[in-house]
């Protein structure tokens, strides 16, 4: 009698760490589309593109424009989410081996949009030193968290202003508005869904050098 009733406990709770287990992968995915009040326009999806791929990103990017043999670097860090002196490679196409500046968008510190691609994968598994994982948390930034940019000697900072989604179509992510110098993150969105229907957009602004250092001082 004993036996069986061990026996029994021991299925009961082997079957309720298999649900918790299950319940832990999915619910960030069924929860992120059940708090999102936007509404995107649907598209058919035939084959499931490779993500780690930066030429997959957006329907309309010619592969041709990543692939480059020169290829140059630079680094990103994000305080608010652990990410310190991360790779961007100019030119590649390869995210799970740095993270992508889209060819052809303005270099950091200048006049324009410098636009940089990461990965993401179910936020549980967030590692900010793998760059398969390293905007598995990108929706967690606020505005006025600071991105920080190490490029041809030159250290900038950038401040969080706004974040949006897009359906992969919207080509409005690469558009260059020379008023200042801007920084925008793409990562796919919801992280962890296998079919990645939208990107998500954060962007940021360049903090002035004189108001930099003020903050410093203060």
């Known amino acids: 009698m004993k036996t069986k009733l061990l026996l029994r406990t021991v299925a009961i709770t082997s079957a309720l760490i298999g649900v918790g287990i299950i319940v832990w992968v999915f619910y960030p995915i069924v929860s992120y589309n059940l708090t999102k009040n936007q509404k995107f326009a649907s598209f058919k999806k035939v084959n499931t593109p490779d993500f780690t791929q930066a030429s997959n990103w957006l329907p309309d ?4 424009d990543f692939a480059t043999n020169n290829i140059s ?17 100019i030119g590649g196409e390869d ?17 324009g949009n410098a636009v940089v691609f990461g990965h993401s994968v179910l936020p549980q598994f967030f590692d900010p030193k793998s760059y398969i994982t390293i905007f598995s948390k990108l929706d967690k930034l606020k505005s006025g968290d600071e991105i920080f940019v190490s490029y041809d000697g030159v250290a900038y900072k950038y401040r969080v202003e706004n974040m949006t989604e897009v359906v992969p179509t919207d080509s409005q992510v690469l558009e260059q508005n020379l008023s200042d110098a801007f920084i925008t993150l793409v990562t796919c969105t919801p992280p962890g869904d296998p079919t990645r229907p939208k990107r998500l957009i954060v962007k940021g602004r360049i903090v002035p ?10």
């Open 61 to 64: 990017s010619d592969p041709k």
């Open 73 to 89: 670097f630079y680094t990103l860090s994000i305080p608010a989410l652990k990410i310190e002196n991360a790779s961007v490679a």
């Open 95 to 111: 995210l799970a081996e740095y993270l992508i500046q889209y060819p052809g968008t303005a270099m950091p510190g200048k006049r």
């Open 209 to 218: 050098p004189g108001e930099a250092n003020a903050n410093i001082r203060n």
